[in-house]
């Protein structure tokens, strides 16, 4: 019998198990490469508190029969730098508590997230199995999808970028063009005070869905050599997720 999480996964992808993209997080069946229902867009950070966990709390699950112990510990290695990094508190769901929980899987392809923020229902985050620090087990890659989890979009969208990028639009496949449009004015984005950054762990590679292996987006300024790094969170990261889930310190 499929799982919850497996059948869930169906339901947003018409081809869950293709060929992944050579860069786990850009699969090109998803909304900018790893968001499977498309999402308003939330300039970077989700400032309405209906779409926070409630009390900062996230009830989660790790699928029991897909992650190797290595790969669970790993994991729990991201949550725990999430949780030293902010007052967010990661917290095994009871099965009371699974309709509404984190379910982490590995049944498709690629890194991926259904939602964005807390949707009063199980949202799923799904981390094809690759060797410990490669792929979607580079431990950067799972503190981003965790972090969309949470209310992160990703900041290559932010409503200001062109001050920072340039997005090198003849360079992008066609196809893919929507993953970098920020012209949607439908709901204000919020930086929480801290402004572009392009260390976050939030932002795209320089050749992000490039069609000719040249980079898709530019920097524009000084400070962009670590531009799409899967290593850690940024300093900018620990800051708007302690203001918006309004950590003490940073009410």
Same mark, same amino acid.
């Given at each position: 019998? =499929?799982?919850?999480?497996? %059948?869930?996964?169906?339901?947003?992808? @018409?081809?869950? =198990?293709?060929? *992944?993209?050579?860069?786990?997080?850009?699969?090109?069946? &998803?909304?900018?490469?790893?968001? $499977? /229902?498309? *999402?308003? +867009?939330?300039?970077?950070?989700?400032?309405?508190?209906?779409?926070?966990?409630?009390?900062?709390?996230?009830?989660?699950? $790790?699928?029991?029969?897909?992650?190797?112990?290595?790969?669970? @510990?790993?994991?729990? +290695?991201?949550?725990?730098? $999430?949780? %030293?990094?902010?007052?967010?508190?990661?917290? *095994?769901?009871?099965?009371?508590? +699974?309709?509404?929980?984190?379910?982490?899987?590995?049944?498709?392809?690629?890194?991926?997230?259904?939602?964005? /923020?807390? @949707?009063?229902?199980?949202?799923?985050?799904?981390?094809?199995?690759? *060797?410990?620090?490669? /792929?979607? =087990?580079?431990?950067?890659?799972?503190?981003?999808?965790?972090?969309?989890?949470?209310?992160?979009?990703?900041?290559?969208?932010?409503?200001?970028?062109?001050?920072?990028?340039?997005?090198?639009?003849?360079?992008?496949?066609?196809? &893919?063009?929507?993953?970098?449009?920020?012209?949607?004015?439908?709901?204000?984005?919020?930086? =929480?005070?801290?402004?572009?950054?392009?260390?976050?762990?939030?932002?795209?590679?320089?050749?992000?869905?490039?069609?000719?292996?040249?980079?898709?987006?530019?920097?524009?300024?000084? /400070? %962009?050599?670590?531009?799409?790094? @899967?290593?850690?969170?940024?300093?900018?990261?620990?800051?708007?997720?302690?203001?918006? &889930?309004?950590?003490?310190?940073?009410?």
């Amino acid at each position: 019998m =499929f799982s919850l999480a497996l %059948a869930l996964i169906f339901l947003f992808d @018409r081809e869950v =198990f293709g060929k *992944p993209a050579t860069d786990p997080e850009l699969q090109s069946e &998803y909304f900018q490469g790893d968001i $499977i /229902g498309v *999402p308003f +867009r939330s300039r970077n950070g989700i400032s309405n508190a209906i779409f926070h966990w409630p009390n900062g709390i996230v009830q989660y699950v $790790i699928e029991d029969n897909d992650f190797g112990e290595a790969h669970r @510990r790993e994991i729990l +290695r991201a949550i725990s730098i $999430i949780e %030293a990094k902010s007052c967010v508190v990661f917290k *095994p769901a009871t099965a009371e508590e +699974r309709s509404k929980a984190l379910v982490i899987t590995s049944k498709g392809a690629g890194c991926n997230s259904v939602y964005l /923020g807390f @949707r009063n229902r199980v949202q799923i985050v799904n981390l094809q199995i690759y *060797p410990l620090g490669e /792929g979607c =087990f580079r431990i950067g890659s799972i503190i981003h999808e965790l972090l969309h989890v949470l209310g992160f979009e990703h900041q290559h969208v932010a409503s200001n970028r062109n001050e920072y990028v340039r997005i090198k639009w003849e360079n992008i496949n066609p196809e &893919y063009k929507i993953n970098f449009v920020n012209e949607d004015k439908s709901t204000s984005w919020h930086d =929480f005070g801290e402004g572009y950054d392009y260390e976050s762990v939030m932002h795209y590679i320089p050749k992000a869905f490039s069609k000719n292996g040249l980079p898709t987006i530019e920097p524009l300024k000084e /400070g %962009a050599t670590n531009m799409g790094q @899967r290593l850690y969170m940024s300093e900018k990261d620990i800051r708007k997720l302690n203001k918006m &889930y309004k950590c003490p310190g940073y009410v």
